[in-house]
């Protein structure tokens, strides 16, 4: 009890090289959780692109120019995946779910229109049942169609009008929001896969190309098992070739790897060099401390204290500060999350995953896409960086504790 009662006096004694004690390791957990924290919601970031069209994976092919650029078309990143290789994907292990899609643009001299055939699924036609601003849902056995609510603003179309594709008419059974699943696959006109796969087979244009079949697609959308996602891409990039497009968080990290330079590596390494930075910080007060207070100890150990009792002593003051820095450090933290709310970031997606004719100026789209991410502190990691913090100070104590003990007698007989 006495030498807690004489630690915890020492720290009021020696306020100034408390304080500056405490500050460094309050900035050490604050660096390392903020920098943590970021580093997470650019990630989270990341990955948003890919999870707006309910995938992990895109899978597209590069194709050839059509002969000639009307009617129905296969965009050139859209080529014909045959309905084997799809299979193939689909038992990769790791793979969850797949969504098969047949996208078109439909190339008239009087109109343009996307077309996007896709499959009854989360990923597909029911994942747009959320979005619906008018009408009503369509399914697989559909011969109805879906609008964007973009595209039905600018053709003055309603629901219950009908709509040309290639050269048939299907009635308009409702009208979607597709914006607000993101931008990648977005299309003008939604319809059921084997409607698209029905009007793919044969249109003249993607016959001159592609021997396309009634059970083939041009774009696939993958389900993954996000602990094995690199290796399903890397798998799947291998059974396409070098035509393969394979689009993930993986590519949308490495395309903006200039944008999002903190990346969670990058901060777990910045957020590590500031812990050793505090740490050398913490090791030369205590070190300091202890020389500075050279004469007391040889005191405390001509009065009767064994150097065990003195080493307690010291261990207790920094643990003490370590406490009290690791609380003021997590206090902060905590608040500067709340303040920060959320990061914003704007990614410009590449061409393949939005493509839209150029040679049409009415038909470009906006392909910047603003993310926006929470900046929040999980317990785990608080956890974690708060025992760092008080173990970085304990062990630079003993550090210092670990070299040789004075010897009161000769120190006291110098004085």
Do not use: C
């Amino acid at each position: 009890m006495d030498i807690l009662r004489y630690a915890l006096s020492e720290l009021g004694f020696r306020r100034g090289r408390s304080l500056v004690t405490v500050t460094s390791v309050a900035l050490a957990v604050l660096a390392a959780m903020i920098l943590t924290a970021l580093a997470d919601s650019y990630a989270r970031a990341i990955r948003v692109p890919i999870e707006t069209v309910g995938a992990d994976v895109v899978v597209q092919l590069q194709g050839d120019i059509p002969p000639k650029l009307e009617g129905l078309v296969f965009p050139h990143p859209n080529a014909l995946i045959p309905a084997g290789i799809v299979r193939q994907i689909h038992a990769l292990p790791g793979v969850i779910a797949l969504t098969r899609a047949v996208y078109l643009w439909d190339l008239e001299p009087a109109r343009y229109e996307s077309v996007l055939g896709i499959e009854d699924s989360d990923a597909g036609l029911a994942g747009l049942d959320g979005r619906l601003v008018d009408g009503k849902a369509i399914n697989s056995k559909s011969r109805a169609v879906l609008i964007d609510s973009d595209f039905a603003t600018k053709n003055h179309i309603n629901v219950g009008d009908t709509i040309k594709v290639g050269h048939e008419t299907f009635p308009v059974a409702g009208i979607v929001d597709a914006a607000r699943s993101g931008k990648i696959v977005r299309a003008d006109v939604y319809t059921p896969l084997a409607v698209a796969q029905a009007l793919a087979t044969v249109a003249p244009e993607v016959r001159a190309l592609y021997p396309f079949g009634s059970d083939d697609a041009n774009l696939v959308l993958v389900k993954v098992n996000r602990e094995q996602l690199q290796d399903v891409v890397g798998k799947i990039t291998t059974l396409l070739g070098k035509k393969g497009v394979v689009s993930s968080e993986l590519s949308m990290r490495e395309a903006l790897s200039g944008v999002l330079f903190l990346s969670q590596s990058m901060g777990l390494i910045v957020a590590a060099s500031i812990g050793l930075f505090a740490a050398a910080f913490v090791w030369r007060a205590t070190a300091s401390s202890v020389a500075e207070r050279r004469r007391e100890m040889a005191v405390l150990q001509a009065i009767g204290w064994t150097w065990r009792q003195i080493r307690r002593q010291v261990l207790i003051e920094n643990v003490a500060l370590a406490i009290a820095g690791t609380a003021a450090g997590l206090i902060l933290a905590f608040v500067i999350a709340a303040v920060l709310g959320h990061i914003s970031v704007t990614i410009d997606l590449p061409w393949d995953l939005s493509s839209t004719p150029h040679f049409i100026p009415q038909a470009a789209i906006d392909r910047t896409q603003t993310i926006t991410a929470p900046v929040s502190i999980s317990w785990p990691m608080a956890t974690l960086t708060a025992a760092g913090g008080i173990l970085i100070s304990v062990l630079a104590a003993l550090a210092v504790l670990a070299l040789p003990q004075p010897r009161p007698w000769a120190l006291l007989r110098s004085e």
